[in-house]
């Protein structure tokens, strides 16, 4: 966690799966998420469609195809966790994440990987466990499991670590505000 | 002299009588309905009127500004204030159990809330282009980091009404709702708190105390944060301050300048106490005839009957002056005797013009002109009956006294060897008026009538433009028999409005219509569910189509099928996080009423064509409302001193069976109005309804101003006291009233112009009036 936190700006390409119970085939979507220490969290969803979520602190934009919104969330509120788990990751933020998860750790020379179970009732009943993997500072591959059976599995690759962002190109990526496209 | 001492304390025990048996029985009333016009339409504007103390003007937004600290103060501010015994609610955000009752509140009645036009609305919703856009956007949610969330709701609403739902609120209400973090500005750079009042906004005491509480509370919260804030109250106590403020300073102005006066011309503080007396007597008079009828006396009544009554004052002054003018020796009641006829002449046609005041068809204008009617005339028995009993023998006049009085008599001397000049004057008067009254301008917008500090209207302008608030004066009434039939309309006035909303007539609405919908409207939306024929199959096909599996949604189906929960009723959101929102239903007398506010008014005419034809929808602007009273009010005001002068004119012409001599005693009350009206004119300052009000006191004391003048007579030391005793009553007028013109407060200020300017006229024509009577007496 010490050298997430020492790692600076992130910026990954990822793939993420999704198996729903809902739907016949798996869900899959690939973009950019990208990160800027302490609280600043964008993942621009290329394919299938275009879409953006922008995470600032308590402050949660969500801007698709069908429109533009702006939430505010709490520490408490289970849908801060489902999208802000990856930023507390990022910034090696342990005593945050010891708060929300029960935490396990292993690690040998191919890696290390993060095993976590939540702690709050609510976050319980939806999320059995998450699990990160990575090498160093590079957060590879997680994995959320929840409870009744569905799971999302996002790889990241092209991960660039101790980035520093302009303010022109932060406005840019973490704006949340609304605008075209993302 | 022991007759006279038992008059004294008659005198004396009949007006702590009268104190007391009014103050036994006062009850002072404030509502501002007793103010309507009694006609047709008073039902509505009486309505309209009482939304001016509603939920929403009972209301406060607290912006903080500053670091991220902001959201914590925020909620450390609201916790704090939800204690205050003035404060009825407090809502800084949604928590995750706000959400939960959201839930529990409107997820069961999905179906019943879908569309606002079921008969059209939900079979375009439940065409097959239609559900599959919603199957594509149910997946691209999936697709979102919060699927969780939605993959649990979606097989029971693959349509998302529930999310439509959510929407709705969350644009029905003011500013930006969260989940949990406190509410905060559009820019969110604001976390915001929304304050309930237990007391009035009007309520000076109530809200000057929190409003000084909630600073002291935000000094107690750490950080390097701003406050604003906004709120009628906030205006209400900077405005009754300023009133306030004005007040003291313009009371002790007046009574500095009358004290100063009284010094100077009797060289006796007791002769203004004695001065005083018949008013005084007056007014407990009045009030105790007030008070014993059934309805409650209101407050603007007395403050205006006051003032009305205040006008006797010329009697004393007269009276005393004249007496102290007189030959060493006079008994008072010989002085009285001497000027009897000219002050019951005065009496009776000041009552008389008051009188044609109290005949007004507003209730409001009729009361005060009773009041006066009937304070006038007791002041003026005073005057002739108990205040010799206060005063010495005569003879004992000051040196200021006798030089004023000498002054007066050179004065008409000098006048009456230029008779051209004297006749010229009233000429001259007339000339201003005509000149001036076709270019006066009235002025019937209340806001004219208060001024608030600039930089608390910027203040509360800024911080409602961050939530994006409506104008609280501007509302569309939706009225019914009962709850249910105000929302049925309700229903179809937010239809409406939404049109104008598109047509650009308006730029928002704020309504109960995003939270509740008519019973009515709920069973429709499920009928027409019903109705949709293999409604069950289709969205099956398809979704499946879309990339979903097969029979995922049957639990859809289930809830059209057998609803679990009845329609929304508004006793469902009583305890609900939403049940603010019902302040918006209002039950007034025996009926309901729906208030749905409007921002960004472009037309009052176009909002009035959106509702054409809606029965029992009003729009309602109340500031076009107050001013519309006001204007009755001054239309009324100025129809009763034409009556008034008229029947003033013929009292005056009976009494002096002479034409040119009551006409002569008429010209200080009807031409000095119209050269105040017209001098306004002139100077390009408009006339309000206070001001009009104003003239009746013009009225009755220039007819006062006449009658002294033209009664004078030719004997030159009669004469000297008239005009001398004129210039103390203008001089104590000024000081009593004028000084209002100080104010800067449009309102007390107008009083002050009006009153000032009139009796200033009254008092330059008087010697020209003395003049030409005294020529027109000689045979």
Request: negative net charge; glycine residues 8%.
């Amino acid at each position: 966690m010490a050298r997430f936190a020492g790692s600076g700006g992130v910026r990954a390409r990822f793939r993420e799966t999704k198996q729903l119970a809902l739907l016949t085939a798996p869900l899959e979507t690939q973009g950019v998420v990208v990160f800027e220490p302490p609280d600043r969290l964008a993942r621009h969803t290329m394919r299938p469609g275009r879409s953006s979520v922008v995470v600032h602190g308590s402050r949660v934009a969500i801007r698709d195809e069908t429109g533009h919104q702006i939430l505010e969330l709490d520490e408490e509120d289970p849908a801060r966790h489902f999208i802000d788990s990856l930023a507390v990751l990022l910034r090696g933020d342990a005593e945050a994440l010891r708060e929300r998860y029960t935490v396990s750790f292993q690690s040998d020379e191919t890696g290390w990987k993060l095993e976590l179970e939540p702690r709050s009732k609510p976050l319980r009943r939806m999320i059995a466990s998450i699990s990160a993997g990575g090498r160093g500072a590079q957060l590879l591959r997680m994995e959320v499991r929840e409870t009744n059976g569905d799971s999302a599995v996002t790889d990241f690759f092209e991960v660039e670590t101790g980035l520093e962002f302009d303010p022109v190109e932060a406005q840019r990526i973490f704006s949340v505000e609304d605008r075209a496209g993302p | 002299m022991k007759s006279e001492a038992r008059v004294r304390g008659v005198t004396l025990l009949l007006l702590a009588a009268l104190g007391l048996y009014s103050a036994s029985r006062i009850e002072l009333s404030h509502s501002i309905t007793h103010f309507l016009p009694s006609s047709q339409e008073s039902e509505l504007v009486e309505l309209s009127l009482e939304l001016v103390d509603s939920p929403l003007a009972r209301r406060m937004v607290l912006a903080i500004g500053g670091g991220p600290e902001r959201a914590a103060a925020a909620a450390e501010l609201a916790e704090r204030l939800r204690e205050h015994p003035e404060v009825d609610w407090v809502e800084a955000g949604f928590d995750a159990d706000a959400m939960s009752g959201l839930y529990e509140l409107y997820f069961d009645r999905r179906v019943y809330l879908a569309s606002a036009s079921p008969s059209d609305g939900i079979p375009q919703l439940l065409e097959v282009e239609e559900l599959a856009r919603r199957a594509d956007r149910l997946l691209a949610r999936l697709a979102q980091p919060s699927s969780t969330l939605v993959s649990r709701t979606a097989p029971e609403d693959p349509l998302g009404l529930f999310d439509a739902m959510l929407a709705r609120i969350r644009s029905g209400r003011p500013a930006l709702a969260s989940s949990g973090a406190g509410l905060t500005s559009r820019d969110g750079e604001f976390s915001l708190v929304l304050l309930g009042l237990r007391s009035s906004p009007f309520d000076f005491q109530a809200q000057s105390g929190l409003l000084r509480d909630i600073e002291q509370e935000f000094a107690r919260v750490d950080g390097d944060l701003t406050l604003e804030l906004s709120g009628v109250n906030r205006i209400a106590v900077a405005t009754e301050r300023s009133i306030r403020g004005d007040v003291d300073f313009i009371s002790v102005m007046a009574i500095t300048g009358v004290c100063t006066l009284f010094l100077l011309v009797f060289r006796s503080l007791r002769a203004l106490l004695i001065a005083i007396l018949p008013s005084m007597s007056g007014f407990a008079a009045a009030t105790a005839v007030a008070v014993s009828f059934p309805t409650p006396l209101h407050g603007i009544t007395l403050g205006f009957g006051f003032a009305l009554i205040g006008v006797a004052i010329d009697y004393p002054i007269h009276v005393m002056n004249h007496h102290a003018l007189s030959s060493a020796g006079t008994p008072p009641r010989d002085s009285v005797r001497s000027i009897r006829a000219s002050l019951l002449l005065s009496g009776l046609t000041t009552t008389l013009s008051f009188v044609a005041l109290a005949l007004s068809d507003l209730p409001g204008l009729g009361d005060m002109g009773i009041f006066a009617a009937v304070g006038v005339p007791a002041a003026l028995a005073v005057s002739v009956l108990a205040l010799p009993a206060f005063l010495g023998p005569g003879g004992g006049a000051t040196p200021l006294q006798r030089h004023l009085s000498g002054r007066s008599e050179d004065l008409v001397g000098w006048l009456s060897e230029r008779p051209l000049l004297a006749a010229g004057l009233p000429l001259a008067f007339a000339l201003v008026a005509a000149l001036g009254l076709p270019q006066l301008r009235w002025q019937d917008d209340p806001a004219t009538l208060m001024t608030a500090e600039p930089t608390l209207l910027a203040e509360d302008e800024r911080v409602r433009g961050r939530i994006v608030d409506v104008d609280p004066g501007r509302f569309v009434l939706s009225l019914g028999k009962d709850a249910e039939s105000a929302l049925r309309l309700n229903d179809r006035v937010h239809a409406r409005l939404s049109d104008a909303v598109a047509t650009h007539h308006l730029e928002a609405q704020r309504s109960l219509h995003s939270f509740l919908w008519s019973q009515e409207l709920q069973r429709e939306n499920l009928t027409a569910f019903r109705g949709a024929p293999e409604l069950a199959e289709r969205i099956d096909q398809t979704f499946s189509a879309g990339g979903f599996r097969p029979g995922s949604f049957e639990g859809f189906a289930r809830a059209i099928a057998s609803p679990t929960a009845e329609p929304l009723r508004p006793e469902d959101l009583v305890g609900s996080p939403l049940e603010r929102v019902l302040d918006s239903l209002a039950q007034i007398d025996e009926r309901w009423a729906a208030v749905t506010y409007l921002r960004g008014v472009q037309s009052g005419e176009g909002v009035r064509e959106a509702l054409e034809g809606l029965e029992g929808a009003h729009y309602v602007d109340q500031e076009e409302v107050v001013g519309e009273i006001y204007e009755g009010y001054r239309r009324s005001t100025l129809r009763m001193i034409a009556l008034g002068a008229a029947v003033v004119f013929l009292v005056l012409q009976l009494r002096y069976r002479n034409p040119r001599r009551g006409f002569l005693a008429f010209l200080p009350s009807a031409l000095v109005a119209l050269t105040t009206l017209g001098l306004f004119g002139v100077l390009g300052s408009p006339v309000n309804v206070v001001g009009t009000i104003s003239l009746v006191i013009v009225l009755g004391m220039g007819v006062d101003y006449g009658v002294f003048s033209v009664d004078s007579g030719s004997s030159p030391a009669r004469v000297g006291a008239t005009l001398s005793s004129l210039l103390i009553s203008c001089l104590t007028t000024l000081f009593v009233f004028g000084t209002l013109a100080l104010s800067e407060q449009p309102a007390l200020r107008s009083i002050g112009v009006t009153t000032g300017t009139g009796v200033l006229l009254a008092l330059l024509l008087s010697p020209a009036v003395c003049v030409l009577a005294n020529r027109s007496a000689r045979p």
